[in-house]
């Protein structure tokens, strides 16, 4: 079993930044993908970002650019660093990991509680 734990996220003007980080515990030398997702009210979760097999990372057309995921292996820790932040990625955001496939949701086998991530002026 793994354990994630979120945090980093809360209320920003758009144009700012936020960091979220994901914390994981457990037995974390099952996990190869790791990746962060998001869900609006009345929206599926989509994938925002994805580092598969620790490095090689993947994003979402509406956040390449702006955002950047990473992970610290020796730290058991992902972070996504999200800059330039517009009304739009307002959502809840959530870390999983994964061990095969990593494009859906139903691709992970963990979890985060989530962190709300609100772009407001």
């Known amino acids: 079993q793994v354990q994630l734990v979120e945090s980093g996220g809360g209320l920003v003007q758009p144009g700012g930044s936020l960091r979220l980080s994901c914390a994981a515990s457990?037995?974390?030398?099952?996990?190869?993908?790791m990746g962060w997702f998001r869900q609006a009210p009345g929206k599926q979760r989509e994938l925002v970002a994805a580092?598969?097999?620790?490095?090689?990372?993947n994003y979402a057309d509406t956040v390449n650019g702006r955002f950047t995921i990473s992970r610290d292996n020796a730290k058991n820790t992902a972070s996504l660093q999200m800059d330039s932040l517009n009304l739009e990625d307002t959502a809840v955001y959530y870390c999983?990991?994964?061990?095969?496939?990593?494009?859906?949701?139903?691709?992970?086998?963990?979890w985060g509680q989530g962190t709300q991530v609100t772009v407001s002026s």
């Open positions: 999983a990991a994964g061990r095969g496939p990593w494009r859906l949701p139903r691709q992970y086998d963990y």
């Open positions: 580092i598969i097999s620790g490095s090689i990372t």
């Open positions: 457990g037995n974390t030398r099952s996990i190869n993908n």
